[in-house]
């Protein structure tokens, strides 16, 4: 009987074995999970949530996108974001998010010194000036390199109109 116990533990442990390496893995967040928990992209979150751009920005990508803060998008003219978040401007409003999103993961050090036209996923280009620190249009890159597990964030000090 003993023998039977034995071999029933062993074959228990091998199943629990399995199962634990089989268990999905804790995964790196992604680009909306980082800006979801920050607590300064909550205008952000509810402007990609209200245009539908959630799985879009979730998925694969990789993307970099340049992240405007709350502060940036209270400084835009009063009412404009209660305006976009309507849905009957929901174009507009992802004619404005695309333009703040550049297909592939671009580092700063790759900004560098650069001065650059780059196309956005909105079909409009944005320029980038490396020069001195990185900005986008006019706006700062205040902190650049926020790594996700499908791109980059950059946080910006006001929201890029296309």
Known sequence: MNRRFAIKSSILAAGVAIAAAC??????PDI??????????????AAVTAADLVDTLKSEGPFTVFAPTDEAFAALPAGTVDSLLLPENKDQLVAILTYHVVPGAVTSNQLAGQHLD???VNGAEVRVNGSNGVKVNVA?????DIIASNGVIHVIDSVLLP
């Open 23 to 28: 268990a999905p893995m804790e995964s790196e």
């Open 32 to 45: 909306v999970d980082i800006a979801a928990s920050n607590g300064s992209f909550n205008t952000l979150v």
């Open 118 to 120: 780059v196309v956005t």
């Open 140 to 144: 700062t890159v205040t902190t650049a």
